[in-house]
Nanobody, 119 residues
Framework: QVQLVESGGGLVQAGGSLRLSCAAS????????MSWFRQAPGKEREFVGD????????HYADSVKGRFTISGDNAKNTVFLQMNSLKPEDTAVYYC????????????WGQGTQVTVSS
């Protein structure tokens, strides 16, 4: 069973930075894509970005491009979301999710971590 646990959320002022972690356990993830999503109150869940375990290829939503960076530590089965130049509109619960390469559905989701950016 795949388990994902996010951490690193908190309260930060606009312009500040946070780094979220997503620790994965239960199997090897070399053929997986790890994604970050977020959901603000009253809004739909939004794709933030993703990274492939094997090649380290990343993709980002336009709203975070240039400010957020996704990286991974294969040895620790952990993916990171470095968030810089945070804005109040980045306030949301952030989730990580895992899916196999070539598969649309996600095999596992984390419990989420709250990020609050004050103006």
């Amino acid at each position: 069973q795949v388990q994902l646990v996010e951490s690193g959320g908190g309260l930060v002022q606009a312009g500040g930075s946070l780094r979220l972690s997503c620790a994965a356990s239960g199997r090897t993830f070399i053929s997986y894509i790890m994604s970050w999503f977020r959901q603000a109150p009253g809004k739909e869940r939004e794709f933030v970005g993703d990274i492939s375990w094997s090649g380290g290829i990343t993709h980002y939503a336009d709203s975070v491009k240039g400010r957020f960076t996704i990286s991974g530590d294969n040895a620790k089965n952990t993916v990171f979301l470095q968030m810089n130049s945070l804005k109040p509109e980045d306030t949301a619960v952030y989730y990580c999710a895992a899916r196999r390469v070539g598969v649309r559905d996600f095999a596992s989701w984390g419990q989420g971590t709250q990020v609050t950016v004050s103006s």
